[in-house]
């Protein structure tokens, strides 16, 4: 058995939808514990702005993306560009970052230290992909939201996609160090 914990934040559109309930009893539904619980109402803009950390893999993974969902709805690169004002992946992630932190500044979030055999692959799943235009059926994000890249910067704002969930154990411990102290 692999106990592990890890970070889940529930994101401001769950609690506006009220969600939260629905999204913790599949956590429970699958054998996981909740360990730490806390409501920020908002959170800060320093404390968000740490959690999504500006390094260069980052920025480009998240730049990548949304290039990728561009191409999947046939956006060309001259949109691309006029959204972002470039089309390279880490200038592309510092715009989605800032979008991030105004959406997550936004309203009340739930973060959770979650518990459980294997908990960081297990959490990741039952989330679904990050895209939820792209999430599979069964998944928290395929279930309860249809958002993409695309129409969140027609609206300029960040992609809603309801839940937050560590990838890694040591993003999992650095994660948990940063919202609930030290001793996670």
């Known amino acids: 058995m692999s106990y592990q914990r890890t970070l889940v934040v529930l994101k401001p559109d769950t609690v506006r939808r009220g969600l939260a309930g629905r999204i913790i009893a599949r956590l429970e539904d699958a054998g996981l514990d909740i360990l730490k619980m806390a409501v920020h109402s908002p959170a800060s803009r320093e404390l968000i702005s740490r959690h999504y950390r500006s390094t260069e893999a980052w920025l480009t993974g998240v730049g990548n993306k949304t290039i990728k969902s561009y191409q999947n709805v046939g956006k060309s690169v001259a949109e691309l560009i006029r959204d972002f004002g470039s089309e390279e992946p880490a200038e592309i992630g510092k715009v989605v970052k800032e979008r991030l932190i105004r959406f997550m500044t936004g309203g009340p979030l739930i973060a959770m230290v979650?518990?459980?055999?294997?908990?960081?692959?297990?959490?990741?799943?039952?989330?679904?992909?990050?895209?939820?235009?792209?999430?599979?059926?069964?998944?928290?994000?395929?279930?309860?939201?249809?958002?993409?890249?695309?129409?969140?910067?027609?609206?300029?704002?960040?992609?809603?996609?309801?839940?937050?969930?560590?990838?890694?154990?040591?993003?999992?411990?650095?994660?948990?160090?940063?919202w609930f102290g030290d001793a996670g």
């Open 114 to 178: 979650i518990g459980g055999n294997q908990a960081i692959k297990k959490v990741r799943s039952l989330a679904g992909y990050t895209i939820p235009a792209e999430a599979g059926p069964g998944t928290i994000r395929g279930d309860f939201s249809g958002d993409s890249p695309d129409l969140a910067t027609a609206e300029d704002r960040s992609v809603e996609n309801l839940i937050h969930a560590s990838g890694n154990t040591e993003e999992a411990d650095y994660e948990i160090g940063l």
